[in-house]
Each structure stands twice: as C-alpha cells, then as structure tokens.
C-alpha cells in the first residue's frame, strides 16, 4: 500500500473537515462494520481473518467457521488444522488458522475467554497488530481510534483530509484533524467512503457527498 504512488490532493481547511463529518453524520448517523459477529469474540476473530481478504469473503467464511466455533473455546478445540479446513477460501489462510488457535488459547489462559479492552493486551495477542487492536477498540469500547486500511489511507491523501507517507503518519494526522464530535464513528464512515465512492481506480465522484469540499484534483464526473 505504501510501496505505491498515491495521489496527494490540495489539503483541506478545517472548516471544509468539520463540514465534510457533519454530513457523514447526517446521512448515516450511526456507521458500523460490515464484518459479521454474534459476540466480542467473533468480531475479534472475524477483524483477525480479515488482513488481504474482503470484508464479504470473511463473512462466508465466518458463517461455516463460526457455526463450529462460536467461541474461544470451541474455537481453541477446533485447532489450527479444523479451522484451516473452514477458511480456505480466503487468503494467507492457513497462517490465519494458526494465529486463531493460538489466540483463543491465550485470550482462555490470560483473559477468561474475555476480549481485553486495552490496545496492549489486545497487541499481546497472535495475529493482532495496531490495525486490528484499533477496529477492535472502536467497534466494541466505543474508542475514538482510526484504523487505517487500504480504503483509509488512499482517501486521506487523495483529497488531502490527511496526507501521510504511512499508515501511522496518516492515523495520527486524522486524529489531530477530525473534529472530536465526529471521532467515534469517523473509522468507519471513511471505510465506507473510500470503499463504495472514493474507490481506488475511478473514483465515484458523481455520487460523492463532499465533491465540492476534498482537495482531489482530478475529479471523474
């Protein structure tokens, strides 16, 4: 993601950054993650699964595995061979299976089979990186954290809300710009942004909310 040129748009002023979150809010008061889960467990799982997979391709393979494993627990039972066998269709999944078993084995031996709620013990776990602690700590916690994926970061710098070389870079400088009234749910109204309008190849301008406001300079029709 990094490795690649990415577009730079003209940087927007505050006024147009508070503008632009009023009318996310104003059109979808409360956003929420398109990953599947019936608990905390679930959604750390699905989040864990869903590194280089589509958010789509996750909730097919989460309805089989899910439907075995519901919990840490089970899930630990299952083991890293049986939970292999119910994501196949996704990628780098044997890897993932390793980390799921392993995951649930600790969060039975260290948190009860609960979820932590603190980024540290959330980043102690197998398969949980910043980005992950990050949708875990906002979906969950109600935590103003901005997880910075693909969608995020081309967005970010492409209309010029917050230009950065990394997806730290980036997070840090949406945090210091986002308005705070609008940090709880910015995660995910920016995920959804950059996943259905502000798309990578030919963005869908025609149809975006805040055309008149972000700072990319060639705008489609």
């Given at each position: 993601?990094?490795?690649?040129?990415?577009?730079?748009g003209?940087?927007?002023?505050?006024?147009?950054?508070?503008?632009?979150?009023?009318?996310?809010?104003?059109?979808e008061?409360?956003?929420?993650?398109?990953?599947?889960?019936?608990?905390?467990?679930?959604?750390?799982?699905a989040?864990?699964?869903?590194?280089?997979?589509?958010?789509?391709?996750?909730?097919?393979?989460?309805?089989?595995l899910?439907?075995?494993?519901?919990?840490?627990?089970?899930?630990?039972?299952?083991?890293?061979?049986?939970?292999?066998?119910?994501?196949?269709?996704?990628?780098?999944?044997r890897?993932?299976?390793?980390n799921?078993?392993?995951?649930?084995?600790?969060?039975?031996?260290?948190?009860?089979?609960?979820?932590?709620?603190?980024?540290?013990?959330l980043?102690?776990?197998?398969?949980?990186?910043?980005?992950?602690?990050?949708?875990?700590?906002?979906?969950?916690?109600?935590?103003?954290?901005?997880?910075v994926?693909?969608?995020?970061?081309?967005?970010?710098?492409r209309?010029?809300?917050?230009?950065?070389?990394?997806?730290?870079?980036?997070?840090r400088?949406l945090?210091?710009?986002?308005?705070?009234?609008?940090?709880?749910?910015?995660?995910?109204?920016?995920?959804?942004?950059?996943?259905?309008?502000?798309?990578?190849?030919?963005?869908?301008?025609?149809?975006?909310?805040?055309?008149?406001?972000?700072?990319?300079?060639?705008?489609t029709?």
């Amino acid at each position: 993601m990094t490795g690649t040129a990415t577009a730079i748009g003209r940087r927007m002023t505050n006024a147009q950054v508070e503008e632009m979150f009023r009318r996310f809010a104003a059109a979808e008061p409360a956003p929420n993650t398109e990953l599947e889960f019936g608990s905390p467990f679930q959604l750390l799982a699905a989040v864990v699964l869903s590194a280089q997979a589509t958010d789509k391709g996750v909730n097919l393979a989460t309805r089989r595995l899910f439907a075995k494993a519901a919990t840490a627990e089970a899930m630990a039972s299952l083991g890293a061979d049986g939970i292999a066998e119910e994501i196949r269709s996704i990628g780098l999944y044997r890897n993932k299976a390793r980390n799921l078993a392993a995951l649930s084995r600790q969060l039975l031996e260290r948190h009860g089979g609960e979820v932590p709620s603190t980024r540290s013990e959330l980043e102690a776990l197998p398969g949980v990186g910043r980005k992950t602690a990050n949708v875990v700590l906002n979906t969950l916690y109600g935590e103003p954290t901005i997880a910075v994926d693909t969608h995020l970061f081309r967005l970010a710098n492409r209309t010029g809300l917050a230009p950065g070389k990394d997806v730290l870079a980036v997070e840090r400088a949406l945090l210091r710009r986002i308005p705070k009234t609008y940090l709880r749910h910015a995660h995910h109204w920016l995920i959804l942004h950059g996943r259905y309008v502000c798309t990578a190849r030919r963005p869908r301008c025609g149809r975006c909310l805040v055309r008149d406001l972000c700072g990319c300079r060639d705008k489609t029709d």
